[in-house]
């Protein structure tokens, strides 16, 4: 029998279905196609943390019972899937439940499976978007918590009741922005919601792809808020590049790229940084922070495949700062330490 190397190759033998996210910096679905080069080692992991990759698998057999696995699988220096642990997980797998994935565990088996190295708890944020995604992927209804989320953006229950709202039943509402007239709602709610239900939505929006008129609601509303609200409203702004870079622009002209912010880009707006510009007032920012600072952000932000060459492009540009720099000197001591 073929030695099986590849999750894919796994759950194919076991006959069952199955779904892919990515549940690095952002929590994103990832189509099979894109999964497999992955796999096969052809294409980098996108969003590296730390040096890893983190994915959910949910898959299913005939009996429709859903499964589901939090995998954490370490990358090599090009970003790529190191073979070798993901070997690893496939065969303690295999010897705990056999080639069927989906047959019932003892206890003992249970218990081996949660607390193997590979496993990761992902933040109750990303589950509940993750859990949103899932459900519309699948076609299943969305959670109990859903209506009355809904009902509260919809303007249907006093401003006050935000205690009684769950964080998935907001996950479900924003993930599901195209239905009926959720995105009017999603888009008022900037206006009528309690401050905690928007940081909530927040939350959730820098996981989802938002509309131009969203992203203008959300720059707007962030370029106004108090400093302890900002980070949440940027990172909403993650999948807009364009109304990232405006943000990081306007942080930057009110001396306000703080060691915070300058780590909530790194983790959700890493995409602005495609823009030389927004690069360059970000690493000037980052010089000004202590050496082991600096060199912990770009430690992390040039392993992200979208970014890495301008970084170290970065690295050799005539035209930066004294202060940038000193800074980059640094990073080369440690590197050759």
Known sequence: MTEITTLSQFLKTANTQFQVYDLGRRVQHIDMMAFHQIEELLTPYPSPIQGHAQFAIVFWDASQQHYIWFIKLALDERGLLSPAPRLQFIKMIIEALGRDPTQPLTEQQQEQLANHPFNFKPTQEKLAVFNALVRKQLGEKASAQYEFAYQYMSGQHPTDQWQN???QGIADVCVRAS???HQQHINTSFDSAAAEVQIAMCQC???????DTLATIVFDKFVAAPIEQQAYLLRALASHTEQSQKA???LDSVEGLSADMLITIAARNWSALKDEQTLKIYLEALAKQEQHFFNQIFA???AIPLIR???LTQLRNPNRSAELSAAIGGLFKVMKA
Request: aromatic fraction near 0%.
């Open 165 to 167: 709202i769950g964080m």
């Open 248 to 250: 990081i622009a306007h």
């Open 309 to 311: 060459t301008q970084l």
């Open 179 to 181: 239905e009926l007239d």
């Open 205 to 211: 929006l820098e996981h989802l792809n938002i509309d």
């Open 300 to 302: 992390d932000i040039v």
